[in-house]
Nanobody, 118 residues
Framework: QVQLVESGGGLVQPGGSLRLSCAASRSIFSGTAMGWYRQAPGKQREMVATILSGGLANYADFVKGRFTISRDNAKSTLYLQMNSLKPEDTAVYYC????????????WGQGTQVTVSS
């Protein structure tokens, strides 16, 4: 069964940190580009960061210097370390598999809510 399962979301104050995790089925993780996308209420889903199988990462301008994407190929797990969070980072964050540098692939997780508020 193909699965992407996100965890780690929650409520955090501005300036705080969260670490998201995405546990993936090996068949859609190994050798595949992975990514994090987000969707805020009333807005389109947008790319946050992507990472190729070898570890090369790409970031949206609005998270550069604050977020770090990484992957553990042995555990088939994707991570997103989010620091210096802002209220505008509030969104549902989705894990994605099979995409390219800037575009999502066919597989999506169920999403995890991140709320940045005081």
């Amino acid at each position: 069964q193909v699965q992407l399962v996100e965890s780690g979301g929650g409520l955090v104050q501005p300036g705080g940190s969260l670490r998201l995790s995405c546990a993936a089925s090996r068949s859609i993780f190994s050798g595949t580009a992975m990514g994090w996308y987000r969707q805020a209420p009333g807005k389109q889903r947008e790319m946050v960061a992507t990472i190729l199988s070898g570890g090369l990462a790409n970031y949206a301008d609005f998270v550069k210097g604050r977020f770090t994407i990484s992957r553990d190929n042995a555990k088939s797990t994707l991570y997103l370390q989010m620091n210096s969070l802002k209220p505008e980072d509030t969104a549902v964050y989705y894990c994605n598999s099979g995409g390219t540098w800037n575009f999502p692939g066919a597989y999506w997780g169920q999403g995890t809510q991140v709320t940045v508020s005081s």
